[in-house]
């Protein structure tokens, strides 16, 4: 089996082709996703009725679960009612072209602003394994040395803003969805950064991944929290190169280190109504380590809220060696699926579990991270943390600067958050298409001469249309006819593969007279005439 680990050297000098080998590497080993290609939508409004049709394929020729949705918010949220489907779309089907959907749709008042969406399922999962193994201390070392320098709202606003722009770009590199929600505070504005995963089955349960990407003045921060902020940044990297069941959510929070000022806006305001947020593995420093015995210390009364953590702590001789895994106990289902992530895939890396009681007032020290303001809001979190100053001496000094944190240990902890975030978000093998019904209405102004040859066969015809392409391979043709009035009468989207191919369009039924054919690819566009005989 390829190894991707590297020695220092190559460490610093190839950490970035590194990752992208290994990424290959590792999304290579997994079994190939379907692909889905939507080929044709029809809507029969006097019927209430859409008729998707779709290409679907597998290298492995495995049977798919197909699956069906439809958005009436621009593909924002997949929430129509779909109840009313048939064709080609449940357990069993098979891998084949001319594939179709018929949705009976109802109480839909524009259908024409909706999307639709094909999904198919092998049912080969994907090894979680191969994804927490793509983190590699190369990659982490890397972008340690991006994150940690000085950024605050006021006294580092270049720095604060160079990692926002950083949060943002791996986000939208990552496909995902990315929004900010400003914050502002203390005369400074510095948003948090969303970047959501949609689930491809029950896209309203949502896990969030995150850390606060602020720091203290005076400081690089590389512990505090630039280890939490390379671990979201990695895990979105990884992670949204697969599908899953639930929706994910990679936040980079503003204002933490000013009173959880970020979250707390989060909470009150960025949670939509139809989402429901079932877990968050907050990230508060997860970097400096030490095997040294006595280098753990522990907050006053730790001992009576938690004697068999500080048993275990001195049978180590509070050795500073573990991530620490804290949660209330609205949270214990989620530690123990923490704990199940690491125990499976992440072995090498010791945990110390802790579920302090009710929302956490009775241990203060244990509430210091965004974790809190999800606790106070009834929902399940988890501060995922190396003990802070309880270890680290470098705490909110100029002191904590990338030399101080141990590669290997944050990289074990990253492989874990990971571990847990995919277990919780449960992968598919899936591939999708989708399909916004808009664009079988009206056409664009000023838009260019068509990249490529088109004409249309026989004409006049009767039942079928060909059309011809030529020289346009590798581009998406969208295919509109209108009536001389204008109406929409069908449309598709066309695929060419080589230097001619010739695609059919139905015009049986149709009344004996002149239509317009529309074959847009991006703002570039040609009309061409089409009669119909009967």
Same mark, same amino acid.
């Given at each position: ?101 018929? %949705? ?169 109504? %139809? ?99 999800? %606790? ?159």
């Amino acid at each position: 089996m390829l190894s991707c680990r590297l020695n220092p050297l190559t460490m610093r000098t190839l950490s970035t082709l590194a990752a992208f080998v290994c990424s290959i590497f590792y999304l290579a080993s997994q079994n190939l996703a379907p692909v889905v290609t939507i080929t044709q939508v029809l809507v029969d409004e006097g019927a209430s009725t859409v008729t998707v049709q779709y290409d679907l394929s597998d290298v492995e020729s495995d049977p798919c679960t197909v699956r069906f949705q439809a958005s009436l918010d621009g593909g924002s949220t997949y929430a129509a009612d779909v109840a009313q489907v048939s064709g080609n779309v449940g357990v069993g089907q098979l891998p084949g072209t001319g594939l179709s959907i018929t %949705w009976t749709f109802d109480a839909v008042p524009n259908i024409f602003e909706s999307t639709v969406r094909v999904i198919a399922d092998d049912g080969n999962t994907p090894d979680i394994q191969l994804m927490v193994d793509a983190v590699t201390e190369a990659r982490m070392a890397e972008l340690l040395g991006q994150v940690a320098i000085p950024r605050h709202h006021t006294a580092a606003v270049a720095g604060i803003s160079a990692i926002r722009d950083t949060l943002i770009n791996t986000f939208t590199s990552g496909g995902l969805d990315v929004t900010t929600q400003d914050v502002t505070f203390l005369g400074g504005t510095v948003p948090n950064v969303i970047g959501r995963q949609v689930g491809l089955e029950n896209e309203t349960q949502t896990y969030i991944v995150d850390a606060h990407y602020d720091a203290v003045t005076n400081t690089a921060g590389a512990d505090d929290n630039a280890s939490g902020v390379i671990a979201t940044l990695e895990i979105a990297r990884i992670l949204s190169q697969y599908r899953f069941k639930n929706s994910l959510r990679y936040i980079g929070f503003s204002f933490e280190e000013l009173g959880l000022v970020g979250s707390g806006q989060y909470v009150q305001n960025g949670i939509p109504a %139809w989402e429901t947020i079932a877990g968050v593995l907050n990230m508060e420093m997860i970097g400096y380590y030490s095997d040294v015995p006595n280098s753990q210390t522990l907050p006053n009364g730790f001992n009576l809220l938690f004697p068999a953590a500080v048993a275990d702590l001195a049978a180590d001789e509070y050795r500073g060696n573990f991530l620490t895994v804290v949660g209330n106990t609205g949270s214990d289902p989620l530690i123990a699926s923490f704990l199940e992530a690491t125990d499976t895939y992440v072995t090498d890396l010791r945990r110390v579990p802790l579920s302090v009681p009710g929302n956490g007032q009775i241990a203060p020290d244990l509430r210091r991270s965004d974790h809190a303001r999800f %606790w106070d809001a009834g929902i399940p979190a988890l501060m995922l943390t190396d003990a802070s100053e309880f270890r680290n001496s470098n705490y909110h000094t100029p002191a904590d600067v990338p030399a101080t944190i141990d590669i290997p240990f944050l990289t074990r902890s990253t492989k874990a958050v990971l571990a847990a975030a995919a277990l919780l978000a449960e992968p598919l093998n899936a591939g999708e298409d989708s399909y916004a019904l808009s664009q079988l209405v009206g056409t664009p102004e000023h838009l260019h001469e068509l990249p490529c040859k088109a004409e249309v066969y026989p004409n006049p015809a009767r039942d079928v249309v060909n059309v011809r392409l030529g020289a346009c391979a590798g581009h998406r043709v969208t295919a509109r006819l209108f009536d001389i009035r204008g109406n929409r009468i069908t449309g598709r989207d066309l695929h060419p593969t080589g230097a001619q191919d010739v695609f059919e369009l139905p015009v049986k039924g149709l009344a004996q007279g002149t239509y317009l054919l529309v074959l847009q690819v991006g703002e570039s566009s040609t009309t061409l005439k089409v009669e119909v005989e009967r």
